[in-house]
């Protein structure tokens, strides 16, 4: 019996010296994630939900809070003057007010040459990292936000806001299928070079739940087809991921794990709204362009 335990170990202590399995460990560290996780939504959840259904003013100035915080973080990840980056994010979203689509379009252009004149004055921050970040807040930060508002605006009120809800709740839908879906069936990677804990399986998952929770409620609240609410829950969830894929490019280019540390269990604010950002444009020119 002694020679079938490993050389050092007598049947007496072989339960005190050898090792325990590993995979409760892995287990904890999921539920620490996931409690970390809950408690921010919870937080976050009511005033988030206030904002929408209160609508107008109140979504520009949650959404002009995100674009601060985002600033922040893309200032700090690529060296760049806060006010420069927070002005090309937020002229997009102050100019959709009043001029809409065009208005993103004009505070985009004007966005740049606002944060050309603040990197005037620090010739150490005119660097190509400084410029990417400038076109970054423009065109990846400030104009999708600015659709956020766009799509209850340009809407009837009670459309308006289940739209902008289904925009903001469905890349968490899909990101929690594509979590619990790789978590438990997860077996082939997506894209390994790009977030290597990404499976196939997991964004069938984000796929299925996104369509299985969008088709009804679009179907039921918005009064539209079946067919066309199923398609948007996969089109919804398809961009989502694409918006978090493109966030982990960007980190990975730059060698961080996370652009920011402001909410328990997600890490910054760009880390939360990486698929908002490509679901929201989705959502409002899919509703404009197709479905009116």
């Not at 921050?125 to 065109?139: E, G, P, S, Y």
């Not at 929690?176 to 990677?189: E, I, M, N, Q």
Request: charged residues 15%; glycine residues 10%; proline residues 8%.
């Amino acid at each position: 019996m002694a020679g079938l335990l490993p050389r050092g170990v007598s049947p007496r202590d072989r339960l005190v010296r050898c090792p325990l399995p590993a995979p409760r460990r892995g287990l904890e560290d999921h539920h620490r994630v996931l409690r970390r996780r809950f408690g921010t939504a919870a937080v976050l959840a009511p005033i988030v939900v206030g904002a929408i259904v209160l609508g107008g003013p109140y979504v520009v100035a949650l959404v002009l809070l995100v674009t601060a915080r985002a600033s922040y973080e893309l200032a700090r990840a690529l060296t760049l003057p806060y006010p420069a980056a927070f002005g090309a994010g937020a002229l997009p979203v102050l100019l959709a007010v009043p001029f809409g689509t065009t208005g993103i379009l004009a505070g985009v252009m004007l966005g740049l040459p606002w944060a050309l004149f603040w990197l005037a004055g620090y010739p150490e921050a005119r660097t190509l990292r400084a410029m990417l970040a400038l076109m970054l807040m423009a065109t990846w930060v400030g104009a999708p936000l600015a659709h956020v508002y766009l799509i209850g605006d340009q809407t009837n009120d009670l459309d308006g806001v289940y739209l902008v809800l289904i925009a903001v709740a469905g890349p968490w839908v899909s990101d929690s299928g594509a979590y619990f879906a790789g978590l438990l069936f997860g077996r082939h990677p997506l894209f390994p070079s790009l977030s290597p804990k990404k499976t196939i399986e997991g964004a069938i998952g984000g796929i299925v739940l996104t369509t299985a929770v969008v088709a009804p409620l679009a179907n039921l609240l918005l009064d539209l087809p079946l067919w066309t609410s199923a398609l948007a829950g996969v089109v919804i969830s398809i961009v989502s991921q694409a918006g978090d894929l493109f966030e982990s490019i960007l980190k990975r280019l730059l060698g961080l794990k996370d652009l920011g540390r402001a909410l328990p269990g997600h890490g910054g604010i760009l880390d939360r709204i990486d698929s908002l950002l490509f679901t929201a444009p989705a959502v409002y020119y899919l509703y404009t362009l197709f479905l009116t």
